[in-house]
């Protein structure tokens, strides 16, 4: 008898685990929308659940997350490569693991601890990110872990610390969008990234409230705004200095505020007055009166909210951006009173979390600093391990990539959840520098772009097979249940984990592989941190509908709201900053003439492996495109839904044109979901924030042209290899 | 490592904005330095004068940089001193107190004076300026113009140029009649066209500013105090205060008496170093180029470079010179030029779109595809964008409108009837009006149903109500 297809031998093992319908979260963004999974004819189906995130609302992400689930192309087997050039084969858990750890072992061996790396996601359960940090700690004893929560929000994160003291995305729960009388949302395409969240906003608008939207776009979110602000791509901090210096003239600052709850308000009034509205109009494209609007209505409003999202944050002054806009928001003294705040609208489904557990370079669970020698010693204890074992400060994301197989670079890397080939700037530099690895393993529901060069590929369980708390972008820990067995061949990334670092010689410090036990240790070391989760536990969790850390004991209620009385620094107070406004690291020039800028679309997810693999969604969004105005189009004498090439200094794609009367004439749009020759990211410029080692993802100069349609170019020879 | 010391001479806009940038390449471990300024305070910005005089914005918001900010980044700062003369050869500084600094390095920031044209009776019988005569500079001189203006009837601004009319619109302000005085047949001649001179002119009557123009001012009347104007064709007008705007004169004494190369300001190379290496000029005293900047953007690009140059931070740093694109804001009246106002080149091509009843004209010279010069009179909203253009000399959308109108994003509404099956009623969930039509055909009549079925309304719930009102036109069929 033949073998089974894949698909049959999926089905087969979807068995439910004990009951016929399970409550838990949607795989993707960081709303974390609460969905029940109820056992259909065909396997899981989704059904909508009224919880706070989404009152039932979803996507149709979250609508079809469960294909997921039934994917032919799901890995079910490791794969190893038995020479660098040569085909993945099948192999057992054993082999596979044995190379993992031999590859790891190799580098360390011959060219010292640091030598091996790690990588992981923002996708990641709590438990996944800490039991990943403490292999990297205690079993690999490498500084070398970073993650692709870098390429996110670590603007914002890095922002909020120096001016709160404290990083939680949005320290207010999301029920206040519904009531603040005034928003500013600043680079964040809601309405597509994570559309259930427009229920709050038009509630909102609703309840007599004003949205106002900045962005290079009119994006669907800035169809909903009662003002729009068409920014020139990377002007934001200009923008939020010009408003200030007009809040400033027409005295609507809240000095009162200012001197109660701040510090260094001094400097930045003195910043501010060389942003006078004129100049501050050349440099954003943005109208004098429409600014002056913008700052009347946030400041008159009893209540406002500034929030910010890729936008401003994914720039090589990422962070200081968030600061111009934080400054703002102190100013018209709209923080740290309920109703009003600044907020981070962080994107990836773990993103909070995965921030904050020790899978950053510079970071210890709780929110620690790796170069803090009580937090040190708080984790050696936990750890059961010499403080003096636990490395220091290692590479950031870009910074680890871009330096693989170097002599001080990372020799052998281990990839958790993240297509790094499809998601870092300057992706085609990313890739030689993977394929320059003597050792490359990736962790992976699929065979992403990223795990197609690896020397061994481990499958992975996934979101509905397994448990674990995510946190969402309000700072809510939330139950991942699992509503249905794994198939066969696959483990969960714990299980990995815990094998590794048998095989490592730390079977006793990851003698534990199930998400409970792990949350256990995980709450203990979290006891006393910033993001303090010892307080909580998996029925609390369930039962309250999530709990907002910090929760410091199981008595402790949570906490929603931070700052109504003082912020996290040590006075007390929240720090203004006097950030200025400086170009983009690439402006566009003779050559390259347009900005290009990139995010997301709908039905696509990150670097779309998961989604790509969605029929209903690939029939929605099939393949990338460049976003363009008719108007310069027709300049360039460039037709809609044509292929053209779009190049930057860094690489060139091949993409279709479409055309939108939205976008800025002076700039192009691409989405970033897709690898081979549509990869905005070959285009990308990674040009990093010296504080958060953010890359310039939002800004670069880029050229559009009719691709030559005699002789193959470059771009064209890597479009029929990728889609082969 | 001993530090060098470095003198500014010059506490404006160009020289304090210069020492920051001197401070930010970490200057402050290479140089001591010594900044002498005439006025009494730290530096202010002075494009903002005109609002402190129209009253639209507070004083003390101006500072860039208060007194403190000087102690605290280690700058010696010497208010009300001027420098008298410098000794080359000794390289050493004569300040009007008296005092002897000396210098490794020495920068030029001097700045401007307002240049007033000869006329009789400027001054008193004993050679003081005349009480109601002002120039408008300084931040003190703003406080005397508001001052002295509240107690007038009949104010004169003798110049029809940019400051002149900022200043005629303050004093407005103070409850006098206003009157500007220009030699020209038109407002801003250097920066206008006929049509927008004329326009300009009109929303300053409006405003109820008396214009008069081609006229030349002879005498200023009145023995003790400003009585009137006398102009060179006989006539005259009776006022009580005058303020002279007929532009700027580079400071630049001192440095053609210590033997700097001088033509119509200080001569500086690419990196604002002067005939004397180690001497710099920087803002309205320094020429590059055959040309002298008297805007801010120019200045603070020169500041960058000299900064680079002298800390070595980039020994390659030049100043290739600048695009001049200005914005003049008279409340009732919004203008925005840049570049030529007229087209000069047969390459060149004027787009106009004039609507002189509404008081709104837009010219636009494009040479070769970029955008050379502009006019925007009365809605000034596209220019922001337009200034980018012109400053980058970036390509231009091929429909000119969109340079003209903002015309981007308006959703066009239309019918439920003239919307296209291929419409998208629910963004969430990507479900079309021909979705929700074949639904409701195939005998879904519920609302609430043909949610279910379709998932419409399923996400975020926004397009409920559309939703519902195409059930029921699917419905009625």
Known sequence: MSPLPPAQKLGAIQIPIEAKSTDTHCPYCALQCGMTLVQGEAGLEVTPRDFPTNKGGLCRKGWTSTQLLRNRERLTTPLVRDRKDGPLREASWEEALDRVAQGLMKAQNRYGLDAAGIFGGGGLTNEKCYWLGKFARVALNTSNIDYNGRFCMSSAAGAGIKAFGIDRGMPFPLEDIATAEAILLVGSNAAETMPPIMQYFDEQKRNGGKLIVADPRVTKTAEEATLHLQLTPGSDIALALGMLHIATRERLLDYSFIASRTNGYRDVQRVVAGYWPERVEQLTGVSIEKMTEAVRILAEAKTALILTARGPEQQSKGVETVLSFINLALALGKVGKKGSGYGCLTGQGNGQGGREHGQKADQLPGYRKIDDPKARAHMAKVWGVEEKSIPGIGRSAYELLSTLGETNGVRALFIMGSNVVVSSPNANLVRQKLQSLDFLCVADLFLSETAELADVVLPSTQWAEEEGTMTNLEGRVLRRKQAQLPPVGAKTDLEILSALAEKLGFKNRFAISKPAEVFEEFRQATAGGVADYSGMTYERIENEDGVFWPCASEEHPGTPRLFLDKFNTPDGRARFHAVEYSPAAEMPCNEFPFYLTTGRVMAQYQSGTQTRRVPDLCDASPRAFVEIHPSMASRYGLFDGELVKVSSRRGEVLVETRFSFSIRPDTLFMPFHWGGAGCANLLTNPALDPTSRMPEFKVCAARIEAPNPFGSTEAATVAVGENS | ?477
């Open chain 2, 1 to 477: 490592m001993t530090k060098r010391k470095l003198v500014v001479i010059g506490n404006g806009m160009a020289g304090a904005r210069t020492v920051e940038e001197i401070l930010k390449r970490g200057g402050s471990n290479q140089f001591q330095i010594t900044m002498l300024g005439e006025e009494p305070h730290g530096n202010y910005n002075r494009i903002l004068l005109s609002s402190v005089l129209n009253g639209s914005q507070d004083a003390k918001d101006i500072f860039l940089n208060p007194l403190d900010w000087y102690e605290e980044n280690n700058v010696e700062l010497r208010t009300g001193v001027r420098a008298e003369s410098i000794d080359r050869e000794a390289k050493r500084v004569l300040g009007s107190d008296g005092a002897e600094i000396e210098y490794d390095q020495l920068i030029f920031a001097t700045g401007s004076r307002p240049f007033v044209p000869p006329m009789e009776g400027l001054t008193t019988e004993s050679g003081e300026t005349k009480p109601g005569v002002f120039v408008f500079r300084t931040l003190e001189d703003c406080r005397k113009i508001a001052g002295y203006a509240t107690k007038c009837r009949r104010a004169a601004v003798i110049g029809g140029g940019l400051l002149g009319l900022e200043a005629a619109r303050g004093l407005i302000n103070y409850g006098c009649e206003v009157h500007v005085i220009h030699l020209m047949p038109r407002l801003m001649e250097v920066q206008l066209d006929d049509p927008a001179g004329a326009m300009l002119k009109a929303s300053m009557v409006n405003m109820g500013v008396r214009v008069h123009l081609e006229k030349s001012t002879k005498v200023v009347l009145g023995e003790e105090m400003v009585t009137g104007l006398q102009f060179s064709d006989g006539t005259t007008l009776p006022c009580d205060m005058v303020v002279v705007s007929c532009g700027i004169k580079p400071n630049v004494e001192l440095a053609r008496e210590c033997g700097l190369t001088v033509e119509r300001a200080i001569a500086v190379d690419d990196q604002m170093r002067t005939s004397d290496p180690s001497i710099y000029a920087v803002g309205e005293c320094a020429q590059h180029r055959g040309r002298v900047y008297g805007l801010v953007a120019p200045l603070w690009e020169q500041g960058k470079v000299l900064a680079d140059a002298i800390t070595n931070v980039n020994p390659n740093a030049a100043y290739r010179g600048s695009k001049i694109a200005t914005k003049l804001k008279v409340m009732g009246c919004d203008l925005a030029v840049m570049g030529t106002h007229t087209a000069t080149d047969e390459r060149d091509e004027e787009i106009v779109w004039s609507e002189p009843k509404k008081g709104r004209y837009k010219k636009l010279v494009i040479r070769d595809d970029k955008l050379v010069g502009a006019i925007l009179v009365g809605d000034t909203s596209r220019a922001g964008d337009l200034m980018q253009l012109f400053e980058r000399e970036a390509p231009l959308p091929d429909d000119r409108e969109n340079l003209l109108f903002d015309l981007a994003g308006a959703p066009q509404s239309s019918t439920l009837h003239d919307m296209p099956d291929t419409a998208q009623i629910c963004n969430c969930n990507g479900v079309t009006k021909g979705t929700l039509k074949k639904c409701v055909l195939n005998g879904t009549h519920d609302a609430d149903a043909v949610m279910r079925a379709t998932r419409a309304g399923m996400g975020c719930g926004s397009c409920r109500k559309l939703v519902k009102e195409v059930v029921q036109w699917a419905q009625a069929g």
